[in-house]
């Protein structure tokens, strides 16, 4: 089974190395990545979302769905929850266990994720993820910020983070789903095929990033190692068996939490951890081995889950 899954996904993989090779050989600068980087998150992803809720998404399909936000946002708790508990046993100073909470609760749910669920379910799996990314994307932009910051932000502040394109995306999608309203072909036609090309540009932007952090992987080899077990093996090992206590689930459900947990750590961490003064050379080794690993680790999930 873990060789079929990994024939299904293997194409994510050879997209990343694709990225990987064009860092190498210089076709791609860091200037560059972080331009592609930014056009994915900000216009690309947002068109994905759009799209995907505005078309295939009505008021039957979303009662039968409406429980994967909160099923993402009980995943992140679980994930945070161990994350702080991992990061009280190492020895870290303020900025490496920020940034090592932030690790481990908050996986790719964007550029890996919804790659992974389109090879696995087609066009089913892209409307899924992009229900389930609803709750993460509310987490990520107010109590991500929060860890990594350090302090709370007063009242209303706190959500300030979450006008956003990708939040905005999802929630113009869904209120378009829902209530059925007949937008312009051009104009759709326009966001699939803007869309259409968040897959392939987020993975090699992936390949990109972890090309260039190659030689920026000195870190602790204790914290590193914590926080691949921790992402990679403890997290979803718990969900899967915390899933087995369900009967009748539907098998997609299943894949796409276990998916969701499997994931390594968000590729956005290194940049966001610049922006809040948070531990930038953890962020890049955590993403780099998680998502190394994962390139073994997410398939034998999935096959357990199938």
Known sequence: ???????????????????????????????????LCRIAIEVTLPFLYFYTLATSLNRTIFLSLWPLPLLAIGLTGVSLFFSWLFSARLK???????????????????FLAIPLAFALFQEQGLLWMSMFNLGISFLYWTLGVTI???????????????????????????????????????????????????????????????????????YSVKIISALVFLRLIFIPLLVLLSLQMFDHLPAILTVIIILQAAMPSASTTPIL???????????????????????????FFISLAL
């Open 1 to 35: 089974m873990f060789f079929s899954v990994f024939s299904r996904i293997g194409i994510i993989f050879i997209i990343l190395l694709v990225g990987a090779l064009a860092r190498w050989r210089k076709l791609l600068s860091e200037q560059t990545t972080d331009g």
């Open 273 to 299: 951890t610049k922006r809040f003064d948070a531990d930038a050379e953890l962020a890049a080794s955590g993403v780099f081995f998680t998502t190394l690993f994962s390139i073994v680790t997410v398939p």
């Open 92 to 110: 870290l100073n303020q900025k490496q266990r920020r940034t090592f909470i932030f690790l481990g609760t908050f996986g790719n749910y964007g």
């Open 148 to 218: 990594l910051k350090g302090h709370t932000d007063k009242g209303i502040r706190i959500f300030r983070n979450l006008i956003h394109n990708a939040t905005i995306a999802l929630v113009l999608g869904l209120v378009v789903g829902l209530t059925s309203i007949s937008l312009p072909r051009f104009f759709l036609e326009t966001a699939q095929l803007i869309g259409g090309s968040s897959i392939p540009l987020a993975l090699i932007v992936i390949g990109s990033f972890l090309a260039a952090q190659r030689r920026r992987i000195g």
